[in-house]
């Protein structure tokens, strides 16, 4: 069994404070909340179209880094 990452959970806290909980976060969402450009967002994490990704993928992707 894989273990999580060890800011894993602080992350994703973080992510939801943010967002409200919300759970399915937009390129505007994950730019503004990386700090990072629209397009890097796309590129980085695989984000096309109104598709999104959701707020624990997000804090996975962060907290592999």
Same mark, same amino acid.
């Given at each position: 069994? /894989?273990? +999580?990452n060890q800011t894993?959970?602080l992350e @994703?806290e973080? &992510?939801?404070a943010?967002f409200g909980?919300k759970s @399915? @976060?937009?390129?505007?969402? %994950?730019?503004?909340y990386?700090g990072?450009?629209? +397009?890097? %967002?796309? #590129?980085?994490?695989? &984000?096309?179209? #109104? #598709?999104?990704?959701? /707020?624990? +993928? @997000?804090a996975?992707? &962060?907290?592999?880094?």
């Amino acid at each position: 069994m /894989a273990r +999580e990452n060890q800011t894993f959970r602080l992350e @994703l806290e973080q &992510i939801n404070a943010r967002f409200g909980g919300k759970s @399915l @976060l937009t390129v505007t969402d %994950v730019s503004r909340y990386t700090g990072r450009s629209r +397009e890097w %967002v796309r #590129k980085r994490y695989g &984000i096309s179209g #109104k #598709k999104g990704m959701t /707020a624990v +993928e @997000l804090a996975q992707a &962060i907290s592999a880094r």
